[in-house]
C-alpha cells in the first residue's frame, strides 16, 4: 500500500506515508477510503512487531498477490503434516473461537447502541448507557488482546492470523474514536468509527468462512 522495499528503512516508509496522505487527503482531492486503508499500513509497518508478522505471511513470487486465503491455504496443505493439523486445531479451538465470540458481543450490538444515543445524543442518561457499552467492548478487546497473544499463529496459517489482527486492529481503532466522540461529539470520529468498525464486520464474517476451511 506504501509501495515501500520489504527492506526499507523506517525512515523511508515513514516519508513515503507522509507523500501519499499528502496526496490522497481529502482536501487534496483524496478519499477517506484511501486514507484508512494507508493508516491501517502505517500501523501496521512502524511497529517493529506487527511488520514482522506480515513479511511472514507476505506473498511472494510463488503466492502471487491476489490469490484467496482458501487457494494459499490449498498449496500448504499438501505439507501439512498430522502434528501441525493437531496443533492448528487447537490453535483455532482455544484461541481463534474465543476471539470470535468476544469480538461478536462488541461488533454486533453496536448499530443499536449507536441508534438508541442518535436519538439525542446530548441526553446524559443515553451518552452513559453508550459509555457502559464503550468500556464493557474495552474490557472484551483487552482480553482479545491477551489471548492473540496467549499461542503464536501456526506458520501455515500465518496470513489467516494476520487477518484477525488486522480486525482486531480495526475494532480497537474503532472504539477509540467513539471514545474521542464521547469527549467532544466531533462527527468525523464518528464517521470514522463507524467505517472501521464496518471494515471490521466484513474481515470478521471473512474470518469465519475462512476458518470452516480450515477445520476440514
Known amino acids: 500500500m506504501l509501495g515501500v522495499s520489504p527492506t526499507a528503512s523506517g525512515v523511508e516508509i515513514k516519508a513515503a506515508y507522509r507523500a501519499l496522505v499528502k496526496q490522497h487527503h481529502p482536501d487534496a482531492g483524496g478519499d477517506d477510503r484511501t486514507i484508512l486503508a494507508l493508516n491501517a ?23 502471487p498477490a491476489g490469490a484467496s486465503f482458501s487457494v494459499r ?42 441508534k ?40 501455515p496459517v500465518q496470513a489467516f ?13 474503532g472504539l477509540a474514536e467513539l471514545e474521542r466522540y464521547t469527549m467532544g461529539y466531533v462527527d468525523s470520529y464518528l464517521h470514522d468509527a ?9 474481515r470478521r464474517c471473512q474470518l469465519l468462512v475462512d476458518s470452516r476451511v480450515l477445520r476440514r
Open 116 to 155: 438508541a444515543l442518535s436519538a439525542d445524543p446530548y441526553d446524559d442518561t443515553l451518552m452513559g448507557a453508550f459509555c457502559t457499552f464503550l468500556e464493557q467492548a474495552t474490557a472484551r478487546m483487552a482480553k482479545v488482546e491477551l489471548l492473540y497473544r496467549s499461542h503464536a499463529c501456526p506458520r
Open 73 to 114: 491455504r490449498a498449496r500448504a496443505q499438501s505439507t501439512r503434516s498430522a502434528a501441525t493439523d493437531a496443533v492448528l486445531q487447537q490453535w483455532l479451538q482455544q484461541v481463534y473461537a474465543p476471539i470470535d465470540r468476544l469480538l461478536a458481543q462488541v461488533i454486533n450490538p453496536f448499530p443499536a447502541q449507536l
Open 194 to 202: 463507524r467505517e472501521l468498525l464496518r471494515q471490521a464486520k466484513a
Open 161 to 173: 492470523g494476520l487477518d484477525l489482527y488486522h480486525c482486531l486492529s480495526l475494532v480497537q481503532d
Open 41 to 63: 499500513a502505517w500501523e501496521v509497518l512502524r511497529d517493529a512487531d506487527r511488520r514482522r508478522r506480515y513479511d511472514l505471511s507476505a506473498p511472494t513470487s510463488l503466492d
